[in-house]
């Protein structure tokens, strides 16, 4: 019994401490995407962008994978068509929406975009992007962490899968479900610093590797963020061992 009450409360603990870990990567992840939109846009468009980008212009050419194929304008199509029906939403609700298109003439900023839509859509809209953008996008995202500088976290594939791993954590955190044995997302182990493997590997147990593969992926994204966001992340890793490091001393 003392067991089962043990991970009751390290699971409302991983759940409290998470709920607002996730969101300051969320936000990072979104306004460091569009300025490499922005950046990536002047470089690469014949038109001249400035500060602003909108949602539609760069169908089938710039910022977009090219839909040369049945799969990628279906993925395309879809994204879109669900990304308006999310910002209409707002507009029912009787938010910003409207003053926005009234300000661009009816266009939908892609800062703005990009701020409202939830992460996991967010998250889809990393398979859309043009792969040279994902792959600058990831980089810009992972390069501060020396460990992963010659991993393939810098490639798009890692970024998605990444940033789909940690939709699913923040959905569990939103939703109370059981934090410890949750069936998360598997991730290829080459996108990982090996010494984090080699940690994972001499461990025993592998119920929770889910995860644990989920507080390295946050671990990796909070090393671009502010030092108070870093500062936040390192008081929860020693809350975390202040409480279990005595629960296994008792065993």
């Known amino acids: 019994m003392n067991d089962v009450m043990d991970l009751y409360h390290l699971n409302n603990l991983f759940s409290k401490k998470l709920s607002t870990l996730i969101p300051p990567i969320e936000n990072h992840l979104k306004n460091t995407l569009v300025n490499e939109i922005i950046d990536f846009s002047e470089k690469n468009s014949d038109c001249k962008v400035n500060d602003i980008a909108f949602m539609y212009d760069h169908y089938n050419l ?3 994978e090219k839909c040369s194929n049945h799969k990628r304008r279906s993925n395309y199509n879809n994204w879109i068509n669900h990304t308006v029906m999310e910002l209409e939403s707002y507009e029912k609700q009787g938010s910003d929406f409207n003053k926005c298109l009234d300000k661009y003439n009816g266009n939908i900023p892609l ?5 409202k839509i939830t992460f996991g859509t967010f998250s889809k809209f990393l398979i859309i992007l043009n792969k040279s953008l994902a792959r600058e996008f990831a980089v810009t ?3 501060l962490n020396k460990d992963l500088q010659n991993n393939k976290p810098r490639t798009p594939s890692a970024i998605f899968q990444f940033t789909q791993a940690l939709v699913v954590l923040r959905n569990s955190v939103n939703h ?3 934090i410890l044995f949750n069936n998360y997302i598997q991730i290829k182990r080459s996108f990982f610093n090996q010494k984090d ?3 994972l590997n001499a461990e025993n147990n592998t119920i929770f590797r889910g995860l644990f593969w989920e507080l390295l992926i946050l671990k990796y994204n909070y090393v671009g963020t502010p030092q108070q966001n870093k500062d936040d992340w390192n ?4 809350e975390i061992n202040e409480y279990i490091t005595p629960t296994i001393a008792k065993k």
């Open 111 to 115: 800062w703005y975009m990009i701020d």
């Open 197 to 199: 493997l080699e940690i």
């Open 235 to 238: 008081s929860f890793i020693s």
């Open 141 to 143: 995202i992972y390069q």
């Open 176 to 178: 109370s479900d059981n």
């Open 62 to 64: 710039t910022i977009y």
